[in-house]
């Protein structure tokens, strides 16, 4: 068969390379920081499964010292609860993420603000967010009034019906897709470095993911927002995690009101053995 090649051909060869590229780029960025993430959740995991032993050696426990880690980073990733007879850790290892740091600020510095502006440009006012502030990245297209500056919902509500229209198309055909893309990426992630740690006892023996889910259950017993995709509202079970939970014996000398517990049981063993004699 005879053909001769369209102008269109090479244009669409090379893009079909780039796409290649890109993509390849993509799994080689998410395979690294998975490694990365791997080995410091397996460090972590070890350090949890040692700290029964060398929880004792603290009269108060030195978080940051121990995990080696700074005071910030202790407050924010650590929960520490010492119970009557025990003690558990949380560590949230996902904070930790590149990727997960990337989605957290699109969704508070964009998509929030945007998912907002578009929904009050749809239905109106929204009292919801009428104290929020829509920066100017969400603005571009407005009317001279307001570009540059920021924006409100009562702002947003009295804005033309055009220029309403181009904040739902902004959000619907730049933000949300861009949302979407840093999520599953950083789902991508998370499911790299587990398959990485599927062997390791450690982690294994401190995998915190129903602690996770128990800890956001009452979150997801609520109607996800209106309008948006699937993806962006999956079940709390379909979530991974890489946050480690331990649990341990609180040692015997810090325990608080343990003599009079040993009285207590002394005293019932006392009463027990009176009765067996009659």
């Avoid at 290649?20 to 410091?40: F, G, M, R, Y």
């Avoid at 602690?211 to 993806?231: C, F, M, V």
């Avoid at 946050?243 to 609180?250: E, I």
């Avoid at 009079?260 to 002394?266: A, E, I, K, M, V």
Wanted: glycine content about 6%; aromatic content about 8%; hydrophobic content about 40%.
């Amino acid at each position: 068969m005879y053909r001769i090649a369209s102008p269109h051909d090479a244009d669409d060869a090379e893009a079909d390379d780039a796409d290649k590229v890109h993509k390849q780029q993509w799994l080689d960025e998410v395979n690294e920081e998975a490694q990365a993430a791997a080995t410091i959740v397996g460090d972590v995991a070890e350090r949890l499964r040692r700290l029964g032993t060398a929880y004792g050696e603290w009269k108060h426990f030195d978080a940051p010292a121990y995990f080696d880690i700074p005071q910030p980073q202790a407050d924010l990733l650590l929960t520490v609860v010492e119970r009557v007879s025990s003690v558990y850790v949380h560590f949230q290892m996902d904070l930790l993420l590149p990727s997960f740091g990337a989605a957290e600020s699109y969704w508070a510095n964009h998509f929030a603000p945007a998912y907002h502006a578009a929904n009050i440009a749809h239905l109106g006012r929204d009292e919801l967010v009428d104290g929020w502030e829509i920066g100017p990245r969400s603005t571009h297209r407005t009317n001279g009034n307001h570009v540059g500056k920021s924006l409100n919902g009562a702002d947003v509500a009295l804005l033309s019906s055009s220029n309403k229209n181009a904040f739902v198309h902004d959000f619907f055909a730049e933000v949300q897709p861009t949302m979407l893309s840093h999520w599953q990426r950083l789902m991508a992630v998370i499911q790299a470095a587990r398959r990485i740690l599927v062997d390791d006892i450690g982690y294994l023996t401190t995998n915190g993911v129903e602690d996770e889910r128990n800890r956001y259950y009452q979150h997801w017993q609520h109607e996800p927002a209106p309008g948006l995709p699937a993806e962006l509202c999956p079940a709390l079970e379909d979530i991974p995690t890489l946050s480690l939970t331990f649990t341990f014996p609180l040692p015997v000398h810090r325990q608080s009101g343990r003599l009079r517990r040993l009285r207590t049981n002394r005293e019932r063993n006392r009463r027990r053995k009176g009765r067996g004699k009659n």
